[in-house]
């Protein structure tokens, strides 16, 4: 039975590091055989490379490969990073844990599997001694896990909606969501939202799209006694810019949603999250329910208040602003909102439109056996799954047919007045021409 391994120390030999050199610049992938050791093949490893005696010169996201000899696996190697400055052994050994040293000091002169808690204290260190390579390798840290663990489980719930929120906001801009796993928690106090421990990657003043009323309507209604922290995404000429602004504390917020304007499109899509419970099936299987309460009625008034304001506008007879669907607001039901900083795919869930929403509490197959209303899986009869649903608001086939400044500002002020987290991502596309619409399943 395989335990758990999450690092590894490659002391590469001196008649392999020319030859792995030139297979990270040619193919950005190396592989090299090691002694067994027992991992599961398909969960990630962080490989700390040593090319130079003495010294932790690159890391890479390593995955263990097929047999590759007597008594050897393949270590397969990718993203594989030079660090800005070698360190040392003995620094690492330094700044580690007494309690752990003895034990990653056998690991960095022999070679081979770091325990999950050396490794976190190791990277830990080496945050340390290196902060700027915190976005690679943020997701292995000790301390990330130990203040996870402290945390409460309604703090946990807050986070993991926040991390859905952005998680989502990246994919619909084609951007690659791994920044959501590079999370370390406050070097002291307290976080107010997700996106405070997103260790994203710099981006020049010139290239960011400006966080003022001007780009994004409402945010110009934010008081002082609101929390808000932003970040900057990019790919090529895209530019995503994250806000996420609340009043309350992590443990006493009620929910997420996500507002993402689509500037190519001039499109905004909002999305407010809820979670299912589990509940007795047919025969042993337990099935996910969600029940419509009195807090969604009101949120459905305000959607519907702001939906009335919007549907007053005619809209422009242009091929810009055809839509499949002009409502902007949907739900998205989840089976599991449990938090896993590891995990950079969104929640499984479906999509569900405000219009279809209000059709389905009505219709005879939600009602329950006691005059209440259930929505599950078995019965919402359609939904749109991830996949689907990033790919019809990155394509501006669904959304809000026109840029209204008063349709969002009412709408940031009415979210932040419930007590909840709002997410608002701003996507920004200089490149001629515009997402083609191309579904898969998943």
Not at 100 to 129: E, I, K, N
Not at 162 to 174: H, P, T, V
Not at 361 to 385: C, Q
Request: hydrophobic share 40%; glycine share 8%; proline share 6%.
């Amino acid at each position: 039975m395989s335990v758990s391994a999450d690092g590894y120390v490659l002391r590469v030999p001196v008649g392999r590091r020319e030859t792995l050199i030139e297979g990270i610049a040619k193919y950005g992938t190396i592989s090299e055989p090691v002694p067994e050791f027992d991992h599961s093949r398909g969960t990630p490893i962080l490989v700390l490379l040593s090319f130079s005696d003495g010294e932790i010169t690159h890391v890479a996201d390593g995955l263990k490969g097929r047999r590759g000899g007597t008594e050897q696996h393949l270590l397969k190697m990718s993203n594989v990073d030079a660090l800005p400055r070698p360190i040392t052994f003995a620094s690492l050994v330094e700044n580690a844990p007494a309690n752990v040293q003895a034990h990653l000091r056998d690991r960095l002169s022999q070679g081979g599997v770091l325990a999950p808690r050396s490794l976190g204290v190791t990277v830990d260190a080496l945050l340390q001694l290196e902060p700027s390579i915190a976005q690679r390798i943020a997701r292995y840290s000790e301390r990330r896990a130990s203040y996870v663990a402290g945390l409460t489980s309604h703090t946990q719930t807050s986070l993991a909606l926040q991390k859905e929120s952005l998680n989502a906001a990246l994919r619909i801009a084609g951007i690659n969501p791994d920044a959501v796993v590079n999370w370390l928690p406050p070097g002291s106090g307290t976080i107010a939202s997700y996106i405070d421990g997103i260790q994203a990657p710099p981006v020049r003043e010139d290239l960011m799209v400006i966080a003022d009323a001007e780009v994004f309507p409402g945010l110009d209604l934010i008081e002082r006694d609101v929390r808000t922290a932003t970040k900057v995404f990019s790919k090529g000429k895209t530019r995503l810019r994250v806000t996420m602004a609340n009043r309350q504390p992590l443990e006493e917020q009620t929910g997420a949603d996500l507002i993402y304007f689509n500037e190519t499109h001039n499109s905004f899509v909002m999305v407010q999250y809820k979670a299912m419970r589990a509940q007795a099936g047919q025969g042993p299987a337990r099935i996910h329910v969600y029940r419509p309460d009195d807090q969604l009625a009101e949120e459905i008034a305000r959607m519907e208040e702001i939906n009335d304001v919007i549907s007053r506008i005619p809209p422009a007879n242009t091929m810009a602003e055809y839509r499949l669907n002009s409502d902007p607001f949907y739900l998205k039901l989840c089976p599991n909102t449990s938090l896993n900083l590891d995990d950079k795919s969104l929640f499984p869930g479906m999509y569900l439109p405000l219009g279809y929403w209000k059709l389905l509490i009505e219709d005879s197959s939600t009602l329950g056996p006691r005059g209440g209303r259930v929505v599950g899986f078995e019965n919402v009869s359609r939904k749109l799954n991830n996949t689907e649903f990033v790919q019809l608001v990155a394509s501006g086939f669904v959304g809000s047919r026109v840029y209204q400044s008063e349709f969002i500002r009412a709408l940031v002020g009415k979210v932040l007045a419930q007590g909840k987290s709002i997410t608002l991502a701003v996507h920004s596309d200089n490149e001629e021409g515009r997402p083609e619409l191309a579904l898969d399943c998943d």
